[in-house]
Each structure stands twice: as C-alpha cells, then as structure tokens.
C-alpha cells in the first residue's frame, strides 16, 4: 500500500488517473483493432466538449444561484456561444 501512495504522490492523482485512461485505450484500440487517428480525436473532441461544458458553470457557481439553475442556464449559454463563434468564424 505504500508503493501505492509513494506513486500517487510522486505522479499525482490526476497524471495517473489520464496515464491509465491513454493505456486503456491503445489496449482496447488494439484488441478491437480501431483506428487510433480516429479514437485520438474523438477523445480531445469530447474533452473540448466536456471543458466548455465543465466553464459553463463557473459563473453561475462564483455568483451563488447554484448548480441545479445554473447548469442548464450555463450549458445553454455555452453552447449558444460556442455555436455563434463557429458560424461568424471568431477566434
């Protein structure tokens, strides 16, 4: 048990926890014999997802209407954004 938490506190929860997340996946990518371009990309492309999703809430959390009202509100907000900057090409 302390090898365990020796790495756990070398590495840190988070590197470890993605480290066995990438290892997993080239197994089942090469078990199940998927194109590794393809899985790559779908995991930063749901990462991304997943970020302006996570930042969406920020808001509604700093300013106290809490996660059940702010989440949709925030996700709406997001993704209404997010849909504008794509179809006006903003950077």
Same mark, same amino acid.
């Given at each position: %048990?302390?090898?365990?938490?020796? $790495? /756990? +506190?070398?590495? *840190?929860?988070?590197?470890?926890? $993605? ?10 990518? =090469?078990? @199940? +014999?998927?194109? !590794?371009?393809?899985? /790559?990309?779908?995991? /930063? =492309?749901?990462? *991304? /997802?997943? %970020? $302006?999703? =996570?930042?969406?809430?920020?808001? =509604?959390?700093?300013? #106290?209407? &809490? %996660?059940? @009202? *702010?989440?949709? !509100? *925030?996700?709406?907000? #997001?993704?209404?954004? &997010? ?9």
């Amino acid at each position: %048990m302390s090898k365990v938490r020796f $790495v /756990i +506190d070398k590495i *840190g929860l988070p590197r470890l926890i $993605v480290s066995v997340f990438l290892i997993i996946l080239l197994i089942v990518v =090469a078990v @199940f +014999d998927l194109s !590794l371009s393809m899985t /790559i990309s779908q995991c /930063i =492309a749901r990462t *991304g /997802i997943n %970020m $302006v999703l =996570a930042y969406s809430m920020v808001p =509604a959390i700093k300013s #106290g209407i &809490g %996660m059940n @009202f *702010g989440l949709p !509100l *925030g996700i709406c907000c #997001g993704l209404v954004s &997010g849909l504008i900057s794509l179809e006006y090409n903003l950077t």
